[in-house]
């Protein structure tokens, strides 16, 4: 196979994870150590986000006409992707949680949800709680205040109840 070909296959594969993405984060991860990169893509796999280098040209390529397509200006230096596929502050979350704790992971920008973020964004993305905490949330508020309501019709209609048969007596 030729060498085109083969770059070929690899800015497909990028454009095929891409196109499944809720979101994609780019960073630097200059300076981080082997074991503290193992720890990070540990977590990651865990929350199901994938990680992984690529050349900057090779990413130049795959984003071409989609909607990551803003992370172009943010392709130079060593750069690494992690995409999200499930929940799109899973990967920010994950990557910030790290990043705290190693200094020597940057993030550079990311998409969440076809809109860019520069590296401040992504940060204020990563303290967003998941999905499923969030929607337990909301349906927290929705109940308690249909409960309360259930319980005044409740005391309503036994205090009606308790003042029908006191009159009948």
Same mark, same amino acid.
């Given at each position: 196979?030729?060498?085109?070909?083969?770059?070929?296959?690899?800015?497909?594969?990028?454009?095929?994870?891409?196109?499944?993405?809720?979101?994609?984060?780019?960073?630097?991860?200059?300076?981080?150590?082997?074991?503290?990169?193992?720890?990070?893509?540990?977590?990651?796999?865990?929350?199901?986000?994938?990680?992984?280098?690529?050349?900057?040209?090779? /990413?130049?390529?795959?984003?071409? =006409?989609?909607?990551?397509? &803003?992370?172009?200006? +943010?392709?130079?230096?060593?750069? $690494? %992707? #992690?995409?999200?596929?499930?929940?799109?502050?899973?990967?920010?979350?994950?990557?910030?949680?790290?990043?705290?704790?190693?200094?020597?992971?940057?993030?550079?920008?990311?998409?969440?949800?076809?809109?860019?973020?520069?590296?401040?964004?992504?940060?204020?993305?990563?303290?967003?709680?998941?999905?499923?905490? /969030?929607?337990?949330?909301?349906? =927290?508020?929705?109940?308690? &205040?249909?409960?309360? +309501?259930?319980?005044?019709?409740? $005391? %309503? #209609?036994?205090?009606?109840?308790?003042?029908?048969?006191?009159?009948?007596?």
């Amino acid at each position: 196979m030729a060498k085109i070909e083969q770059k070929q296959v690899i800015i497909n594969e990028i454009k095929d994870k891409l196109s499944e993405a809720q979101s994609a984060v780019l960073l630097d991860y200059r300076g981080l150590t082997v074991e503290q990169d193992t720890e990070l893509r540990k977590k990651l796999r865990e929350g199901n986000v994938e990680y992984k280098v690529y050349k900057n040209t090779m /990413l130049n390529f795959a984003i071409e =006409g989609t909607d990551m397509e &803003p992370l172009k200006e +943010f392709l130079a230096g060593p750069t $690494a %992707i #992690a995409i999200s596929y499930d929940d799109p502050t899973t990967g920010p979350r994950i990557l910030n949680e790290v990043a705290e704790k190693y200094k020597a992971l940057e993030f550079k920008a990311g998409v969440v949800e076809s809109r860019l973020y520069d590296e401040a964004g992504i940060k204020k993305v990563a303290k967003i709680p998941p999905k499923d905490q /969030l929607l337990s949330t909301l349906l =927290g508020s929705f109940k308690s &205040p249909m409960a309360s +309501f259930a319980r005044v019709i409740n $005391a %309503i #209609a036994e205090k009606q109840q308790e003042g029908g048969e006191t009159a009948t007596e």
